[in-house]
Structures are given as structure tokens and as C-alpha cells.
């Protein structure tokens, strides 16, 4: 499974982004993933919880993203969305997708419950 994210870039505060993350499944491979996720790591940090979505649309944010982050996902085409609104400067970050074939725990916030991971994106939000 690869997944590949786009539309990271620079934004000003108080701007808003739309990232983007397609699974690629090999062909003739049977494979469901369970649940997609968003992660972000600024430098010098660790990576952390933007949000999860689970197959039947069930969501996980991290509490102080709640609101201005909205995680979305068509199950049709592998793929998962986060819209970013009134972004602030400590946004900024790499943003990684993630998925996993499994359900681990119910809300699968921990990112080493995750299989795969894509190479990142990045968010720069300018004062």
C-alpha cells in the first residue's frame, strides 16, 4: 500500500488549506483499510493527532484541532481529506497520512497503531 498526499504549501493566518491522501493498493490485491489518519511533526516535536476516520465515518480529533481541522474519506476511491480553516502560524508542520488494514482500539489515536504512512506534506502558516 502507498499513500501519497498533496495540497500543502504557504498560507497566510487565518487562511485555509485542503490536504489530500490516496491509497494505492497493488492490483489484484483484496485490501480494506479500516481506518485513515492525519499526523503532523514540527520541527524539534513529536509527531502528533490531527484526526482519525474510521471505514463507517466514525472521527477522532485531537481536542485542540476540533473545529478548524475537518477529516473527511471516500471509502470508493481509498482516499482522505483534511480541511485546515482559520489556520495559525503553530500549524505549521509536516503533515502525514496514515492507514491501517485493522482496528486496534476503537479510536486508533496512537500512530503506531498504524501500518502505513505517507511521505508527508508540508504546511507553512506565515504571520
Known amino acids: 500500500v502507498q499513500l501519497v498526499e498533496s495540497g500543502g504549501g504557504l498560507v497566510q493566518a487565518g487562511g485555509s488549506l485542503r490536504l489530500s491522501c490516496v491509497a494505492s493498493v497493488a492490483s489484484g490485491s483484496i485490501f480494506s483499510i479500516a481506518v485513515m489518519g492525519w499526523y503532523r511533526q514540527a520541527p524539534g516535536q513529536q509527531r502528533e493527532l490531527v484526526a482519525t476516520i474510521h471505514r463507517d465515518g466514525r472521527t477522532n480529533y485531537a481536542d485542540h484541532m476540533q473545529g478548524r481541522f475537518t477529516i473527511s474519506r471516500d471509502n470508493a476511491m481509498n482516499k482522505v481529506a483534511l480541511q485546515m480553516d482559520s489556520l495559525k502560524p503553530e500549524d505549521t508542520a509536516v503533515y502525514y497520512c496514515?492507514?491501517?488494514?485493522?482496528?486496534?482500539?476503537?479510536?486508533?489515536?496512537?500512530?503506531?497503531?498504524?501500518?502505513?504512512w505517507g511521505q508527508g506534506t508540508q504546511v507553512t502558516v506565515s504571520s
Open positions: 496514515a492507514a491501517s488494514a485493522t482496528i486496534i482500539t476503537s479510536s486508533m489515536r496512537n500512530a503506531a497503531q498504524y501500518t502505513y
